[in-house]
């Protein structure tokens, strides 16, 4: 079907909290992605996986991290949480060739108080 | 290093006249740019994507040319629709560096009646 599933969707935390974003799809691609959107500074790369278990920092990788142990799962996770991390976080998907078109999710809107 | 700009934040325009949303980039090697689109409250998707045989990627109305002189992915519409109110993202294929995309700033098109 074509499809990249964020959850959860929307997500209220306190400060110090740990966040587990996850992202699922349904087209075997072997490279997934976590971005955050943010007004003026568009999308900015988190990290990049290119199979299960081979992950890559992205450009903004500090304070996350995280785990792909199956080609069509890959999850963003926040060790204790901080008020800079308040965004949008956007899971995406493409081929290995595919000239880069990405399938992104609809986004996860974490607000940390 | 490899870079994309776009300098507009937002461009307001009356339904009819003319679009063109401005991309310019920086790249070490032979690049590949791309458009994607995002509607209020939905997942980015990708409009259209340059070619490497000097082909002129069209969709949806909207087209693109590479100019590799002036290192610039400029997206056009001859008239405006207002179904094209969106954030417009263009992005910069990192051949060397497996295949991560740069994204811009982002600039949100606004159409009025």
């Known amino acids: 079907d074509m499809k990249v599933t964020q959850m959860p969707r929307y997500l209220i935390k306190r400060m110090g909290e740990n966040v587990l974003l996850e992202c699922g799809q349904d087209?075997?691609?072997?490279?997934m992605y976590w971005y955050r959107q943010d007004p003026g500074l568009g999308l900015q790369l988190i990290y990049i996986s290119y199979d299960v278990d081979s992950n890559s920092e992205g450009d903004i990788p500090k304070g996350y991290r995280v785990s792909r142990k199956k080609r069509e799962h890959f999850s963003l996770i926040l060790d204790s949480a901080k008020t800079n991390q308040t965004s949008v976080y956007f899971c995406?998907?493409?081929?290995?060739?595919?000239?880069?078109?990405?399938?992104f999710g609809e986004g996860s809107r974490l607000i940390v108080v | 290093g490899d870079s994309v700009t776009q300098t507009e934040g937002l461009v307001t325009l009356t339904e009819g006249l003319p679009v063109m949303l401005n991309c310019t980039y920086q790249s070490t090697y032979s690049p590949f740019l791309f458009w994607y689109v995002q509607h209020l409250n939905e997942a980015p998707k990708l409009l259209l994507k340059?070619?490497?045989?000097?082909k002129r990627p069209e969709h949806q109305g909207f087209h693109a040319t590479l100019h590799k002189s002036s290192s610039s992915f400029h997206l056009q519409k001859s008239s405006a629709q207002l179904s094209d109110s969106a954030l417009y993202y263009c992005a910069l294929r990192m051949n060397y560096n497996q295949g991560k995309l740069i994204f811009g700033q982002g600039t949100k098109l606004s159409i009025k009646p």
């Open positions: 995406a998907s493409s081929y290995q060739n595919s000239g880069n078109t990405l399938y």
């Open positions: 340059s070619f490497t045989d000097n």
């Open positions: 087209m075997s691609h072997e490279t």
